[in-house]
């Protein structure tokens, strides 16, 4: 039988998740990024998997932490789950650029205080 995972798993997932995002889009601008389809696949994947590890938050995590953008991680990795066919990559480009720099400091200051509770 597995290993129940800890919250702490699921939040170095949800990080990990980011860093490749941002990784694999690099330097990229909008343009090159909508015309690359191996890195848009690579970066809608890293985000599904953050959503889906931010599914397995417990809420009592999600109301103590509030600057964590849980419920716009879900959504996002509902979207591109369930609406593959017409992912607006521009969208996907600017949570990448402008939204997962500072969720990614508030998971890593989330993950330090629940490590030394």
């Given at each position: 039988m597995a290993e129940e995972r800890l919250i702490l798993d699921y939040l170095?997932?949800?990080l990990d998740a980011m860093a490749k995002a941002r990784a694999f889009l690099g330097n990229m601008d909008r343009r090159e990024f909508e015309q690359d389809e191996?890195?848009?696949y690579a970066v809608i994947r890293a985000l599904e998997v953050a959503g889906e590890a931010a599914r397995h938050i417990p809420e009592e995590i999600v109301k103590r932490y509030p600057k964590i953008p849980w419920s716009d991680m879900i959504?996002?990795?509902?979207?591109?789950?369930?609406?593959?066919?017409?992912?607006?990559l521009e969208a996907v480009w600017l949570t990448v650029k402008d939204?997962?720099?500072e969720a990614e400091e508030e998971i890593k200051r989330t993950i330090e205080e629940l490590s030394d509770d």
């Open positions: 170095q997932d949800i191996r890195t848009s959504g996002m990795r509902n979207v591109l789950i369930h609406d593959y066919i017409e992912v607006d939204d997962l720099p």
